[in-house]
């Protein structure tokens, strides 16, 4: 499994981004996909989850403000993320999480300027 996390970018606060992660292999559907990021000089938090049945759950941080979806035909999740701002800056990563291990994607950067 190889996830291709792309989407990322600067942008001014406010402003909106979707981030897109495409997944190669045959197990995606039955999978927990979910994106994570980094900001410097912190660990790694959960962002958003998506379940392979459609359940979704957010950090309070970004509740009202981003959104999961995944497409099993395409294999791919998305994040879309509105109204940004500067505290969102990070490296973000997708994941899945299969019952034998986790997968993750190489990270696209996400910039938000005050």
């Known amino acids: 499994v190889q996830l291709q996390a792309s989407g990322g970018g600067l942008v001014q606060a406010g402003g909106s981004l979707r981030l897109s992660c495409a997944a190669s292999?045959?197990?995606?559907?039955?999978?927990?996909m979910g994106w994570y990021r980094q900001a410097p000089g912190k660990q790694r938090e959960s962002v958003a989850r998506?379940?392979?049945?459609?359940?979704?759950n957010y950090a309070d941080s970004v509740k009202g403000r981003f959104a999961i979806s995944r497409d099993n035909v395409k294999k791919t999740v998305y994040l879309q993320m509105d109204s940004l701002k500067p505290e969102d800056t990070a490296v973000y990563y997708c994941?899945?999480?299969?019952?034998?291990?986790?997968?993750w994607g190489q990270g696209t950067q996400v910039t938000v300027s005050s």
């Open positions: 994941n899945m999480a299969s019952i034998t291990k986790d997968y």
């Open positions: 998506i379940t392979s049945t459609g359940y979704r």
């Open positions: 292999g045959n197990i995606f559907s039955s999978n927990v």
